[in-house]
């Protein structure tokens, strides 16, 4: 039986955008002098080391010339110090702090305070100040973190691993102990390849053993089985069905040659298949957004819905059985309010238009320069949660294909396939 959905945890098409987003947003940030401060701290750092370690840093912030400089790097330091007291030891995967004095115009400063658990280790340690945010250690783990499974193998030995996101993780290696060749002639020479081939299938046997045993119980996560290896053993392990019917199904063709049997195999493996696996997650997006085409063109009876209000309208009703969100819809969902006619209304708009939605004039009152930013949140996560609770399946769409930016061009960067076609809307009420 499938384990119940915790509600509270989020999707992670959507926790992976919105790490994204974040970074785009720290790494839009500049400071006019060094005066961002950077600091990675891996899970293994102990607390008090790093804070000893900023405090002799803070010791040195003072000899800083710039009187501005100065402080603006001992107040980042002391909000991390005042931060880190709130941990006794790391979390899991760590913690990465960005803090520092953003300028906003005519001398004047805003403090920006970002505290992160990364969805991945951090094996680094690393203090920085500079113009800007050291985001390299955080770029590394923006991806998909897919689960594949890893086989190398010849008939002298076998490794099997893992690749979770972009790490190759070497779970299991085995020896074959197979004799290789033998001297032996004659009559003895027929018995002595029976033997080798009876020791080559009893090993077979255990590699689809092992392999049961590894990659059976998360079958359903698992996205794909590579299997690699030198010369022809890797398509005989396969072709004769060693494997679990199960994981046959997974194995994803064609096969790879490398050279290693070992853990470097395994290294060597998903380098060969980088292009494939990419080319597997391309192909998916284009066969959702073709079938979105395909319902687009159609006269009669069309299960594509398109256009913020159609999508939602779509979504209110119950009637959406995938909604596609491109992973470059840049927008925010802002509240505003008059302060003339205490009028409040909400503006879905791009990124860009944020700053400048304050001098809009108030649909009410018809008044200039009244309004104010009340709020402010992610569009596409606001889009997340109404398709949780219609039940539709979101698919993030990337831009790297075709299909992918002509969501984003073509149709605004949202769109959905429906179960069912929408009835007309009713008709606006004549005052």
């Known amino acids: ?43 293994a750092r102990a607390i008090a080391d790093v804070s000893n370690y900023l405090r002799n840093e803070y010791a040195q912030a003072g000899n800083i010339k710039s009187r501005t400089t100065r402080k603006n790097v001992l107040s980042a330091l002391e909000t991390i110090l005042n931060r880190l007291k709130q941990y006794r030891v790391p979390p ?81 290696n085995k020896q074959s102990l197979v004799p290789s060749k033998h001297g032996r002639g004659g009559q003895s020479q027929h018995r002595f390849e029976r033997l080798i081939e009876h020791a080559a299938h009893d090993f077979f046997v255990r590699c689809g053993e092992m392999a049961a045993e590894l990659y059976l119980p998360v079958k359903d996560q698992l996205k794909g089985l590579l299997i690699g290896g ?73 299960l594509a819905a398109y256009g913020e209000g159609e999508v939602k309208r779509a979504l209110g009703l119950g009637a959406v059985e995938v909604l596609l969100i491109s992973e470059g819809l840049h927008r925010r969902r802002v509240s505003l309010k008059c302060s003339k006619c205490n009028h409040t209304f909400v503006r879905v708009l791009d990124d860009a238009q944020v700053d400048a939605a304050v001098h809009a004039s108030c649909p009410k009152c018809a008044g200039t320069n009244s309004l104010e930013i009340e709020g402010s949140e992610d569009h596409v996560g606001e889009l997340f949660r109404e398709a949780e609770g219609s039940g539709a399946t979101v698919r993030m769409i990337s831009t790297e294909s ?30």
């Open 1 to 43: 039986m499938p384990a119940e959905k915790n509600p509270e945890t989020k999707d992670p098409q959507l926790v992976r955008y919105e790490f994204r987003r974040m970074l785009e947003e720290l790494g839009s940030i500049r400071g006019r002098a060094t005066e961002l401060v950077t600091l990675y701290v891996p899970p």
């Open 230 to 302: 030198p010369g022809a053993t890797k398509e005989y392990f396969v072709k004769q069905n060693y494997l679990h019917y199960e994981l046959q199904k997974k194995v994803i063709e064609p096969l790879f040659d490398v050279g290693y049997t070992d853990e470097y195999g395994l290294k060597e493996l998903v380098e060969k298949a980088t292009i494939t696996l990419h080319g597997l997650e391309l192909t998916e997006e284009k066969r959702i957004v073709q079938r979105l085409l395909r319902e687009a063109r159609r006269a009669e009876g069309s």
């Open 92 to 172: 899991e995967h760590g913690l990465a702090f960005f803090v520092g004095a953003k300028p906003i115009g005519a001398d004047k400063y805003e403090m920006v305070q970002y505290v992160i658990e990364p969805p991945e280790p951090l094996n680094t340690y690393m203090y920085r100040c500079d113009s800007e945010f050291v985001l390299e250690p955080l770029k590394e783990m923006v991806h998909e973190p897919e689960l594949w499974g890893l086989i190398v193998m010849d008939r002298a030995e076998v490794t099997l691993g893992w690749l979770k996101g972009k790490r190759v993780e070497a779970v299991r």
């Open 402 to 431: 075709d299909e992918g930016s002509m969501l984003l061009k073509a149709f605004g960067g949202v769109a959905a396939i429906l179960r069912y076609g929408l009835p007309s809307p009713a008709p606006a009420a004549h005052a």
